[in-house]
């Protein structure tokens, strides 16, 4: 199983780039990176996902170097509604386990 | 469109008794995962149907079941309910392999 290793928290302010990476160590090769973002007591939602190397929507980017152990997500700009908890999310084929890791509680101070 | 949809939204029951949650995906989505979430942690994966078959299973006990209608909506019923079950419940429906999962709002069970 793929399991990943995030920050626990992190603290930002207004306006700046957020960088949050995820260690994923024993990723498949057929295996995607998925992101998400959740407030209390509500479901994840869908940031952003990816195989290799950048990806950009118009929320986020994902960087992912050439080993794929590791995924950074990057949040431009961001604003005090960005606080929440940011899972990476490995993604295997089907018949596998879908490993959340315990996520990175990003606080977003004015 | 409607996203994922979960029922109840809230659910309180006693030690030893069952429960069923449902889930209907999203229109065309024919994969429902199902994952616990206690509080503080991340979701833990128990199940995941596509095609109403089983296709992967979390390290959870018997007491934990489900199943995919022809409708692809789903069923989780977890048996002898332990204090330890109290938890967010949430379901997530993708159109297919690899494809991107789409959460519903969960079912906060608790059990007492």
């Known amino acids: 199983l793929a399991k990943t290793t995030q920050p626990i928290s992190m603290d930002s302010y207004e306006g700046q780039e957020v960088n949050i990476t995820c260690s994923h160590n024993?990723?498949?090769?057929?295996?995607?990176i998925t992101w998400y973002q959740q407030f209390p007591s509500q479901g994840p939602r869908f940031i952003i996902q990816?195989?290799?190397t950048k990806v950009t929507n118009e929320v986020a980017s994902l960087f992912i170097p050439a080993d794929r152990k590791s995924s950074t997500l990057s949040l431009p700009r961001v604003s005090l509604s960005d606080t929440a908890v940011y899972y990476c999310?490995?993604?295997?084929?089907?018949?596998?386990?879908?490993?959340f890791g315990p996520g990175t509680r990003l606080s977003v101070l004015p | 469109d409607a996203g994922v949809t979960q029922s109840p939204t809230h659910l309180i029951k006693t030690r030893g008794q069952h429960v069923t949650l449902r889930c209907s995906p999203i229109?065309?989505?024919?994969?429902v995962s199902w994952y616990q979430q206690v509080l503080g942690q991340g979701p833990q994966f128990i199940f995941q149907?596509?095609?109403?078959?089983?296709?992967g299973r979390g390290n959870f006990p018997d007491r934990f079941s489900a199943r995919q209608f022809p409708n692809y909506s789903s069923e989780l019923n977890v048996n002898a309910l332990l204090l330890g079950d109290s938890a967010l419940y949430l379901c997530?429906?993708?159109?297919?392999?690899?494809?991107?999962?789409?959460f519903g709002p969960g079912t906060r069970l608790l059990v007492l």
């Open positions: 149907y596509y095609e109403k078959e089983e296709r």
């Open positions: 990816g195989y290799k």
């Open positions: 024993n990723i498949a090769t057929n295996d995607y």
């Open positions: 229109s065309g989505h024919k994969s």
């Open positions: 997530a429906s993708s159109s297919g392999a690899q494809e991107t999962q789409y």
């Open positions: 999310l490995v993604d295997p084929l089907y018949g596998q386990n879908f490993v």
